[in-house]
T-cell receptor, first 109, second 118 residues
Framework: GQQLNQSPQSMFIQEGEDVSMNCTSS?????WLWYKQDPGEGPVLLIA?????ELTSNGRLTAQFGITRKDSFLNISASIPSDVGIYFC?????????FGTGTSLTVIP | EPEVTQTPSHQVTQMGQEVILRCVPI?????FYWYRQILGQKVEFLVS????????KSEIFDDQFSVERPDGSNFTLKIRSTKLEDSAMYFC????????????????FGEGSRLTVL
């Protein structure tokens, strides 16, 4: 199956700082999805990317579809306490969606 | 906004018992999925379902598991003879496109059903 590796595994940042995380895959994806998961809840779709090189924003979030189609990046600007959670990348292949290993974000007020 | 709904939110069962987790996918979606997440770990694929049959299943999805779409709105996951290691969050998800290279599917999740096997 596809392997999606996310880095960093965890981040501890001060409120107001910008955050960058990335996701790399062993194979090409034609769609990249970024999710946020709060404790005890389901993943919530943040951003969907469809074209290599595409840069898409959703409020303070910006994600990019890597040119090689094997990676994607998520940036959060001016972090706030409610940004705390686990961020997952995902992509469709075959008849399923593969998920990354997750990046845990902690924002220190 | 349309959403995926799951019931129950939490189920506690004795080892060896059967459980059924229920999901109502988004109404115009055609592709349905079950995922599992053990506490603190990544989201793991169990099974995908389309046109009343399983499209793909993982090695986790053995004979202990089954899925069914008994009517036009529900999508269920049955776990027979539960084991301690089945304790996890089970997420239902749906998409209007198949998760296939070349398609632009977006996958939407329910809030999950927490299964605790004692």
């Amino acid at each position: 199956g596809q392997q999606l590796n996310q880095s960093p595994q965890s981040m501890f940042i001060q409120e107001g700082e910008d955050v960058s995380m990335n996701c790399t895959s062993s194979s090409i994806f034609n769609t990249w999805l970024w999710y946020k998961q709060d404790p005890g809840e389901g993943p919530v779709l943040l951003i969907a990317l469809y074209k290599a090189g595409e840069l898409t924003s959703n409020g303070r979030l910006t994600a990019q579809f890597g040119i090689t189609r094997k990676d994607s990046f998520l940036n959060i600007s001016a972090s706030i306490p409610s940004d705390v959670g686990i961020y997952f990348c995902a992509g469709p292949a075959g008849n399923q969606f593969y998920f990354g290993t997750g990046t845990s974000l902690t924002v220190i007020p | 906004e349309p959403e995926v709904t799951q019931t129950p939110s939490h189920q506690v069962t004795q080892m060896g018992q059967e459980v059924i987790l229920r999901c109502v996918p988004i109404s115009n979606h055609l592709y349905f999925y079950w995922y599992r997440q053990i506490l603190g770990q990544k989201v793991e694929f169990l099974v995908s379902f389309y046109n009343n049959e399983i499209s793909e299943k993982s090695e986790i999805f053995d004979d202990q598991f089954s899925v069914e779409r008994p009517d036009g709105s529900n999508f269920t996951l049955k776990i027979r003879s539960t084991k301690l290691e089945d304790s996890a969050m089970y997420f239902c998800a749906s998409s209007d496109h198949r998760g296939r290279a070349g398609n632009t599917g977006e996958l939407f999740f329910g809030e999950g059903s927490r299964l605790t096997v004692l």
